[in-house]
């Protein structure tokens, strides 16, 4: 397990958004091994309440995707759940299916369901056939759901291959994403007082992630961005995002690659980081220090 059962040994609960068969619980079959049980929740804020609220010890959080780009609720929720933070990620490779009932084929589709960043990372495919109506559908998952409870040869779900034996469907083609490297950057969040940070656990790099707002000033952001260059940190990702309430003000969003050290050290660094940035910023917050892989 990359991360630890809850006290008393008991197995630690994870939740995701979505139904059986979403991407988000093969990510955490793939982080967590047999170490974890599952609990699906019908949203993405109401997976980041069950941590906070203790229903769950952790939730696999989808990020950012490498073909359609940012979660941009979960980077709200990231800012709006104060009382959780990042404690590992990981990146997974995303394979999509159309998936329909016994005795559907692709002539007598009309209509297709999916979440809604699946049908970009599916746009050759579907391109080819125009003539399709693309409803959305709150996860890959629950579209499948839905075309099963309809029954009819006329609707169709992008959706893993796996979920297909969830809900007794067809698998009319496979494969069917417009580049093959098409992979979803998940984070594991967990309450901000577990104990650990994550970060002595294993994984193929180590990171930091932070929120912070920007003086409207000149050269602001300028100066926020050479607290990371003065010490040599790798800024891998930054991401603004509108500011609730405040009207053409943004919040940022940056990972950081970390050096080679002991957790005591990576602590200290980023200390050091946060007192360096709120000099300069607003509501400076370190989401997590913690270690990412790839599945």
């Not at 008393?8 to 091994?33: D, H, N, T, W």
């Not at 804020?45 to 959080?61: K, L, N, Q, S």
């Not at 034996?165 to 994403?177: F, M, P, Q, T």
């Not at 300069?280 to 997590?288: S, Y």
Request: charged fraction near 20%.
């Amino acid at each position: 397990a990359i991360l630890p059962a809850s006290g008393g040994g008991k197995v630690p609960v994870c939740a995701f958004s979505g139904s059986r068969g979403a991407f988000a619980e093969q990510a955490i079959r793939q982080y967590f091994g047999e170490n974890a049980d599952e609990l699906p929740l019908p949203s993405f804020r109401e997976i980041f309440a069950a941590v906070a609220d203790g229903r769950a010890d952790y939730a696999m959080v989808p990020i950012e995707n490498s073909l359609a780009g940012s979660v941009y609720e979960n980077y709200d929720n990231l800012s709006r759940f104060e009382d959780v933070k990042i404690a590992g990620a990981v990146t997974c490779r995303i394979r999509h299916s159309l998936l329909a009932v016994a005795g559907a084929s692709v002539g007598t589709i009309k209509n297709v369901y999916s979440h809604p960043h699946g049908f970009p990372q599916c746009a050759d495919f579907l391109g080819k056939h125009p003539e399709w109506q693309h409803i959305d559908a709150p996860s890959t998952a629950e579209a499948a759901e839905i075309v099963a409870q309809k029954g009819s040869p006329e609707n169709a779900a992008i959706a893993s291959g796996i979920t297909a034996r969830y809900h007794n469907l067809a698998e009319l083609a496979s494969g069917i994403e417009s580049d093959a490297r098409n992979y979803t950057r998940f984070v594991i969040i967990a309450p901000a007082d577990a104990e650990g940070t994550g970060y002595p656990f294993s994984g193929e790099t180590s990171k930091a992630s932070f929120i912070f707002l920007s003086k409207n000033a000149p050269g602001a952001l300028y100066e926020c961005l050479g607290v990371f260059h003065a010490r040599k940190l790798n800024l891998t990702r930054l991401e603004s995002r509108p500011r609730h309430g405040e009207p053409w003000r943004y919040t940022f969003y940056a990972d950081v690659e970390m050096p080679e050290g002991s957790a005591e050290e990576a602590a200290a660094l980023m200390r050091e980081v946060v007192a360096q940035l709120s000099a300069r910023a607003e509501d400076v917050r370190l989401l997590g220090i913690y270690r990412e892989r790839s599945c």
